[in-house]
C-alpha cells in the first residue's frame, strides 16, 4: 500500500472554471477527510466520510464545494465557478477509525492556483 | 477566532538539545489533542497524540505535555536531530469528534 494517493498534484484554473480532485485513501480506511490549508496556516476540516456516507459537511466553505466518496473508496471534491480566494493546497486524509484518537494519515495535497 | 494557538512562528534548537514546541486552545471541550509534523511538499505526518484523561504521552524521543487548567500543551524532542527540521502543528479534537482543528504551525529548525 503506498498510503494516500491525491491527483492531480497541481491545478491552474481560470477564474469561473470548475475544478475536481481525486483521492484513493489507503485500501482498509474506511473514514475519509478533506482539509484546505492557505499560505501560513494551519489545515482547515472540510468534509468527512465513513464507507461512503457524508457525516460532516457542515464546515463546507460554500455551496459552490462537494464532495463524493460514492463507493466507500476513492472520494472526489468539486469546486464550482472556482475563485482566487479558493488558491490553496487541499489534502485529503484517511484512517481505520476515529482519527482524533489515532491520528490520520494524510496525502501530499493538490495544490490549486486560481488564475 | 483562533481556538487553536502557536504563537512561535518559528524556533531554532541546536543538534542534541531539547526542542519544546508549545500550544494554546481556547476552546475547553476539546479532548483530544495531537501533533503533527509536515514537510515541504508532504502532507502532515501524525507524531503523537494525548487524551484529556492523562497529562503526559511518551512516543520514543516525543513527549508531549497537557496542562487542563491553563489549556496548554507542549511537545518535547530529546535529543533534537537535523530530520525533526520541519512544520509542527497542534490539532485539537471536541468529544472525539473526527474534524480537527489545526493552530498555523511553527517552524522548527535544528542547527548542527
Known amino acids: 500500500d503506498t498510503g494516500v494517493s491525491q491527483n492531480p498534484r497541481h491545478k491552474i484554473t481560470k477564474r469561473g472554471q470548475n475544478v475536481t480532485f481525486r483521492c484513493d485513501p489507503i485500501?482498509?480506511?474506511?473514514?475519509l477527510y478533506w482539509y484546505r490549508q492557505t499560505l501560513g496556516q494551519g489545515p482547515e476540516f472540510l468534509t468527512y466520510?465513513?464507507?461512503?456516507?457524508?457525516?460532516?459537511k457542515s464546515r463546507l466553505l460554500s455551496d459552490r464545494f462537494s464532495a463524493e466518496r460514492p463507493k466507500g473508496s476513492f472520494s472526489t471534491l468539486e469546486i464550482q465557478r472556482t475563485e482566487q480566494g479558493d488558491s490553496a493546497m487541499y489534502l485529503c486524509?484517511?484512517?481505520?477509525?476515529?482519527?482524533?484518537?489515532?491520528?490520520?494519515?494524510f496525502g501530499s495535497g493538490t495544490r490549486l492556483t486560481v488564475v | 477566532d483562533q481556538q487553536v494557538k502557536q504563537n512561535s512562528p518559528s524556533l531554532s534548537v541546536q543538534e542534541g538539545r531539547i526542542s519544546i514546541l508549545n500550544c494554546d486552545y481556547t476552546n475547553s471541550m476539546f479532548d483530544y489533542f495531537l501533533w503533527y509534523k509536515k514537510y515541504p511538499a508532504e502532507g502532515p505526518t501524525f507524531l503523537i497524540s494525548i487524551s484529556s484523561i492523562k497529562d503526559k504521552n511518551e512516543d520514543g524521543r516525543f513527549t508531549v505535555f497537557l496542562n487542563k487548567s491553563a489549556k496548554h500543551l507542549s511537545l518535547h524532542i530529546v535529543p533534537s536531530q537535523p530530520g525533526d527540521s520541519a512544520v509542527y502543528f497542534c490539532?485539537?479534537?471536541?468529544?472525539?469528534?473526527?474534524?480537527?482543528?489545526f493552530g498555523k504551525g511553527t517552524h522548527l529548525i535544528i542547527q548542527p
Open positions: 485500501s482498509e480506511h474506511n473514514r
Open positions: 490539532a485539537a479534537s471536541e468529544g472525539g469528534a473526527d474534524g480537527l482543528t
Open positions: 486524509a484517511s484512517s481505520l477509525t476515529q482519527g482524533a484518537l489515532v491520528g490520520y494519515t
Open positions: 466520510f465513513q464507507n461512503e456516507a457524508q457525516l460532516e
